[in-house]
């Protein structure tokens, strides 16, 4: 679940998703209802008006993602869930860098069972070795126990630590990515949705937060 600590490594994909939020902030994709396929799916690959090629993970806005998603009073219950967890995460000092959301949640099934996500973060105080590392992980225990996240709040959850080698990282973040957006029904896999450095205080208190 947890990578080994390099300092080096980590603050190099920490800096590299931190640059691409300028230059993404003005370019997210706008999905709604006619973005999906025949079988209620994201398409792996989507052109736009402009012939461009978008390819999943597709980044969307979190008020994009909710119009699109939350079109019963199930999905939006579970929704909500999520926005309970995220905040969770930040009270005690995890720092989100990037959520994904696959599975069915995010197709146009009425009543999916669970949120199916990947949380790829960092700790939000200086962490400079492995040891301080599990520390941090050991007192939130708790906090990043998969089977109590899934009772509480109907998420599938996965968590990805920046603080380690960035080979490793793209290999684990790739294959969640790969099982996760595979649709059983068709055997032909579907896209999913990233964000990027949410800022959860404001997406809690319901701001205009892109």
């Given at each position: 679940?947890?990578?080994?600590?390099?300092q080096a490594s980590g603050s190099a994909i920490t800096k590299l998703m931190d640059e691409s939020i300028e230059s993404?902030?003005?370019?997210?994709?706008?999905?709604?209802?006619?973005?999906?396929?025949?079988?209620?799916?994201?398409?792996?690959?989507?052109?736009?008006?402009?012939?461009?090629?978008?390819?999943?993970?597709?980044?969307?806005?979190?008020?994009?993602?909710?119009?699109?998603?939350?079109?019963?009073?199930?999905?939006?219950?579970?929704?909500?869930?999520?926005?309970?967890?995220?905040?969770?995460?930040?009270?005690?000092?995890?720092?989100?860098?990037?959520?994904?959301?696959?599975?069915?949640?995010?197709?146009?099934?009425?009543?999916?069972?669970?949120?199916?996500?990947?949380?790829?973060?960092?700790?939000?105080?200086?962490?400079?070795?492995?040891?301080?590392?599990?520390?941090?992980?050991?007192?939130?225990?708790?906090?990043?126990?998969?089977?109590?996240?899934?009772?509480?709040?109907?998420?599938?959850?996965?968590?990805q630590c920046l603080l380690g080698a960035t080979d490793t990282t793209?290999?684990?973040?790739?294959?969640?990515?790969?099982?996760?957006?595979?649709?059983?029904?068709?055997?032909?896999?579907?896209?999913?949705?990233?964000?990027?450095?949410?800022?959860?205080?404001?997406?809690?208190?319901?701001?205009?937060?892109?």
């Amino acid at each position: 679940m947890f990578l080994l600590f390099s300092q080096a490594s980590g603050s190099a994909i920490t800096k590299l998703m931190d640059e691409s939020i300028e230059s993404k902030i003005n370019s997210y994709l706008h999905i709604n209802k006619s973005t999906f396929d025949e079988r209620g799916c994201l398409p792996q690959v989507l052109p736009n008006f402009l012939a461009i090629q978008k390819v999943s993970p597709y980044t969307i806005s979190w008020p994009n993602f909710k119009e699109t998603f939350t079109f019963n009073p199930h999905r939006s219950g579970m929704a909500t869930n999520l926005e309970k967890f995220l905040e969770t995460l930040t009270d005690n000092g995890i720092e989100i860098k990037r959520l994904y959301i696959g599975g069915s949640y995010v197709s146009l099934k009425p009543e999916p069972q669970d949120i199916d996500i990947l949380v790829c973060w960092k700790p939000n105080q200086k962490v400079t070795n492995n040891k301080q590392l599990s520390e941090f992980i050991d007192k939130r225990a708790t906090i990043f126990d998969q089977s109590l996240i899934e009772s509480k709040f109907q998420i599938q959850a996965h968590f990805q630590c920046l603080l380690g080698a960035t080979d490793t990282t793209i290999h684990m973040v790739g294959k969640w990515i790969f099982i996760n957006s595979y649709h059983r029904e068709s055997g032909i896999h579907r896209g999913i949705v990233c964000f990027e450095n949410l800022d959860v205080t404001k997406l809690i208190k319901g701001e205009n937060y892109v």
